[in-house]
């Protein structure tokens, strides 16, 4: 075998960023902050707002996928003077006749919807759960083994659309089999047919683009990592 450096080969492993974990997580709190923002903004028009009963004033009949429903608009009166609010639900069932609202007493028009209340929750939650796949994405990609360096040998080929998959089987340091409780397996799809062939020992660091994956089963209760990430310029190949 030529002189070839293998920390260069095995060890130069390509760092992932965390720009995207990080930018998840803020994205996360973005969405926590908005929804904490409505919520006390919710609780304090809920305590300040004046109640009010608002009874049907017209309704609309229309159609959704065929089924008919109402749109409902209602009225409600502040200082005598009327003021409408236009129920954005739509009513499959007959709507109430008399509802309650709650106003501003500064802005009679201004109106405090209590059912958007769980909407505000739901983001609330939505903005919890991006934060936590945020955290799980960051501490991934910190924590993941650096490098797992793999002497085997090229035992085993399937023949593909395009190239073969090639499997490969783990050996000792001095190139020598393994018992096969410590055996390990690793597939690899190319066309490189100069480089990959039956027999041929190989040293690879299946860490080097990210933590392998148990993939492909070989049979015989067998399970191999597949390293397809892998480039040929990735591998040592010895005669």
């Given at each position: 075998?030529?002189?070839?450096?293998e920390d260069?080969?095995?060890?130069?492993n390509v760092?992932?960023?965390?720009?995207?974990?990080?930018?998840?997580?803020?994205?996360?709190?973005?969405?926590i902050?908005?929804?904490?923002?409505?919520?006390?903004?919710a609780?304090e028009?809920?305590?300040?707002y004046?109640?009010?009963?608002?009874?049907?004033?017209s309704?609309e009949k229309?159609?959704?996928?065929?089924?008919?429903?109402?749109?409902?608009?209602?009225?409600?009166?502040?200082?005598?003077?009327?003021?409408?609010?236009?129920?954005?639900?739509?009513?499959?069932?007959?709507?109430?006749?008399?509802i309650t609202?709650?106003y501003?007493?500064?802005n009679?028009?201004?109106?405090?919807?209590?059912?958007?209340?769980i909407?505000?929750?739901i983001?609330?939650?939505?903005?919890?759960i991006?934060?936590?796949l945020?955290?799980?994405?960051?501490?991934?990609?910190?924590?993941?083994?650096?490098?797992?360096?793999?002497?085997?040998?090229?035992?085993?080929a399937?023949t593909?659309?395009?190239?073969?998959?090639?499997?490969?089987?783990?050996?000792?340091?001095?190139?020598?089999?393994l018992?096969p409780?410590?055996t390990?397996?690793?597939?690899?799809?190319s066309?490189?047919?100069n480089?990959?062939?039956i027999?041929?020992?190989?040293?690879?660091?299946?860490?080097?683009?990210?933590?392998a994956?148990?993939?492909?089963?070989?049979?015989?209760?067998?399970?191999?990592?597949?390293?397809?990430?892998?480039?040929?310029?990735?591998?040592?190949?010895?005669?």
């Open positions: 075998m030529e002189n070839i450096n260069s080969v095995l060890r130069n760092k992932k960023s965390k720009m995207p974990g990080i930018s998840v997580i803020f994205m996360g709190l973005i969405i902050g908005m929804a904490v923002v409505l919520i006390l903004d609780n028009k809920n305590n300040s004046i109640a009010v009963s608002a009874n049907i004033f309704s229309d159609y959704q996928a065929g089924k008919p429903y109402l749109k409902v608009r209602y009225q409600y009166i502040v200082n005598n003077k009327k003021y409408y609010y236009d129920d954005p639900e739509k009513h499959f069932e007959r709507p109430d006749d008399v609202l709650k501003n007493k500064d009679p028009k201004d109106l405090y919807i209590s059912s958007y209340y909407y505000y929750i983001g609330c939650g939505v903005g919890v991006v934060f936590i945020g955290i799980i994405k960051l501490v991934s990609l910190t924590s993941k083994n650096a490098e797992k360096i793999i002497v085997g040998e090229i035992y085993d399937l593909c659309v395009g190239g073969r998959k090639f499997y490969i089987r783990s050996l000792d340091s001095s190139f020598q089999l018992p409780e410590k390990e397996y690793f597939s690899y799809f066309n490189d047919y480089n990959f062939q027999g041929k020992k190989v040293k690879f660091n299946a860490y080097k683009y990210r933590e994956l148990l993939a492909d089963d070989i049979g015989n209760n067998r399970m191999a990592y597949n390293i397809n990430e892998l480039k040929v310029n990735d591998f040592i190949f010895y005669k």
